[in-house]
């Protein structure tokens, strides 16, 4: 599976901003997709995840209300609609996938996006 990560960019506090993850191959053997981010100087840390064919979701404490995961199975893409957003936020978006259940450590997936860049400043 190769995947293609695209929407970030230069957002005001408070605004939004959606970003998308191309995925190309089986997406059925892995299941589970999720989005990562790393802000400089930080781990990376797992931002939101679930399952190319829908179902339950994960998020962070810290987007949990305002950032919203979702997939469109048929068209092999996944969404992080982020609203609400502050400083906090910028960092290097990446979205990847696993087979399996979703994980929340990033070490435990197999397929990576390249990053978009979110940068949130007014």
């Known amino acids: 599976v190769q995947l293609q990560a695209s929407g970030g960019g230069l957002v005001q506090p408070g605004g939004s901003l959606r970003l998308s993850c191309a995925a190309s191959?089986?997406?059925?053997?892995?299941?589970?997709v999720a989005w990562f981010r790393q802000a400089p100087g930080k781990d990376r840390e797992v931002v939101a995840a679930?399952?190319?064919?829908?179902?339950?979701?994960y998020y962070a404490g810290s987007v949990k209300g305002r950032f919203t995961i979702a997939t469109d199975n048929a068209e092999k893409m996944a969404y992080l609609q982020m609203n609400n957003v502050n400083p906090d936020d910028t960092a290097v978006y990446s979205c990847?996938?696993?087979?399996?259940?979703?994980?929340?450590?990033?070490?435990?997936?197999?397929?990576w996006g390249q990053g978009t860049q979110v940068t949130v400043s007014s």
């Open positions: 990847a996938s696993r087979a399996g259940a979703y994980r929340i450590r990033w070490t435990e997936y197999d397929y």
């Open positions: 191959g089986r997406t059925g053997s892995p299941s589970a």
């Open positions: 679930t399952y190319w064919e829908g179902g339950s979701t």
